[in-house]
């Protein structure tokens, strides 16, 4: 069976984590942030886990990370 290619644009987005999940950055970071509260964007600096309903379809994306 051929290689697969790795999505370039997916594998600068998602990590794997040491048990196999897989690592997500969030959205709503980047600009407009004086209407966001303090609480919102020091939360929003944090990591999260890919839900499992979308799990199958990132690591087909990502099949060597």
Sequence with gaps: MPKLKTNRGAAKR??????GKIKRSHAFTSHILTSKT??????LRKG???E???HKNVARLIPYL
């Design 14 to 19: 998602f990590k794997r984590t040491g048990s």
């Design 48 to 50: 999260a886990i890919v």
């Design 38 to 43: 303090r609480k919102n964007k020091r939360n």
């Design 52 to 54: 499992a309903v979308d």
